[in-house]
Nanobody
Framework: QVQLVESGGGSVQSGGSLRLSCAAS????????LGWFRQAPGKEREGVAT???????RFTDSVKGRFTISRDDAKNTLSLQMNVLKPDDTATYYC????????????????????WGQGTQVTVSS
């Protein structure tokens, strides 16, 4: 069983920055992807960024150049550095892990991803 716990959400003005963290515990396999998703009210959950075990990263177009994803396997942590935040970034952010082929960026679907955190709220005001 895998447990994921997010932290670091909050409220910030447009143009500001936040850093989200995800602490992982349990049997995380070394070929798993780690990723961030977000869901805004009334919208579907969307993939934001993923990082695989080789350190290869993928981002949704709307956050490219603004967000950075990183992982520290020694500490079992995943981070999302979010810069130049916009009101459209307002959402609940979730970290997740599973085999890479279950993630949207690899042809999968968020409904296929097995392990999820509880979510952390990010609110960006204009």
């Amino acid at each position: 069983q895998v447990q994921l716990v997010e932290s670091g959400g909050g409220s910030v003005q447009s143009g500001g920055s936040l850093r989200l963290s995800c602490a992982a515990s349990g049997h995380i396999r070394n070929y798993y992807c780690l990723g961030w998703f977000r869901q805004a009210p009334g919208k579907e959950r969307e993939g934001v960024a993923t990082i695989d075990n080789d350190g290869t990263t993928r981002f949704t177009d709307s956050v490219k150049g603004r967000f950075t994803i990183s992982r520290d396997d020694a500490k079992n942590t995943l981070s999302l550095q979010m810069n130049v935040l916009k009101p459209d970034d307002t959402a609940t952010y979730y970290c997740a892990t599973d085999s890479c082929n279950r993630f949207p960026f690899y042809g999968g679907n968020s409904n296929w991803v097995t392990y999820w955190g509880q979510g952390t709220q990010v609110t960006v005001s204009s």
